[in-house]
């Protein structure tokens, strides 16, 4: 089962940022969070990780709680082609079978017009 | 940089029929892994390969799914035989260890219908 909680859907205004939610209150101190996305007919696409620290790219910030058990990705000008599924996952990088990514069910964010 | 790379795009077969699928993951990936995402779920991991050994199978229906990686780069995933409730994306991903990370990267899919 996957470690996280994301809520099922979110709208967003073109231009405006957008805030994606995650929880993982179970998360262990060995584990990073990872954020992908899927846009609609295509395969999932990765955007970002982290372990503690605040993350940016050219995609987006990860900003993670200090104490870990949530997380929030940011787009900070979303247009609408950011329109997809964003998946939260939690996972070790032990090696191994433990690289596997256990998929939740996401948030759809749209992105309206 | 090429991505990975999936074929076909599309199937449809009929039950009871076999079907074949091809994964050529980013080069110099050590690490290759299937997933199927039935429609309006996330994908599962259905098998994972370090080189051409088999490190997680435990999600692959054995009497009807078999996989192979023979040579370390190339891989196929098999469907024999098939029943409507495989009908499915099939994704392949491959990552190699950066910086002390495996970031997955996943392929466009196979789209697969059982009639």
């Known amino acids: 089962d996957a470690k996280t909680t994301q809520p099922p859907s979110m709208d967003c205004a073109e231009g405006r940022a957008a805030n994606l939610p995650c929880n993982h209150s179970?998360?262990?101190?060995?584990?990073?969070v990872y954020w992908y996305r899927q846009i609609h007919s295509q395969g999932p696409q990765y955007i970002i990780h982290?372990?503690?620290n605040n993350e940016t790219n050219e995609m987006a910030s990860l900003i993670i709680t200090e104490d870990r058990k949530s997380s929030t990705l940011i787009l900070p000008h979303a247009t609408l082609r950011d329109t997809a599924v964003y998946y939260c996952?939690?996972?070790?990088?032990?090696?191994?079978?433990?690289?596997?990514?256990?998929f939740g069910t996401g948030t759809l964010l749209a992105v309206q017009p | 940089e090429a991505g990975v790379a999936q074929s076909p795009r599309y199937k449809i077969i009929e039950k009871r029929q076999s079907v074949a699928f091809w994964c050529n993951p980013i080069?110099?990936?050590?690490?290759l892994y299937w997933y199927q995402q039935i429609l309006g779920q996330g994908p599962k991991l259905l098998i994972q390969?370090?080189?051409?050994?088999?490190?997680?199978d435990s999600q692959l229906p054995k009497d009807r799914f078999s996989a192979e990686r023979l040579k370390g780069v190339d891989s196929t995933l098999k469907i024999q035989p098939a029943k409507l409730e495989d009908s499915a994306v099939y994704l392949c991903?491959?990552?190699?260890?950066?910086?002390?990370?495996?970031?997955?990267?996943f392929g466009p899919g196979t789209r697969l219908l059982v009639l």
């Open positions: 179970t998360i262990s101190g060995n584990e990073y």
């Open positions: 996952i939690v996972r070790s990088n032990y090696g191994g079978a433990t690289n596997k990514l256990i």
């Open positions: 390969f370090q080189n051409n050994g088999v490190v997680d």
């Open positions: 080069s110099g990936h050590a690490t």
């Open positions: 982290g372990l503690k």
């Open positions: 991903a491959s990552s190699n260890r950066d910086r002390g990370l495996q970031t997955q990267y």
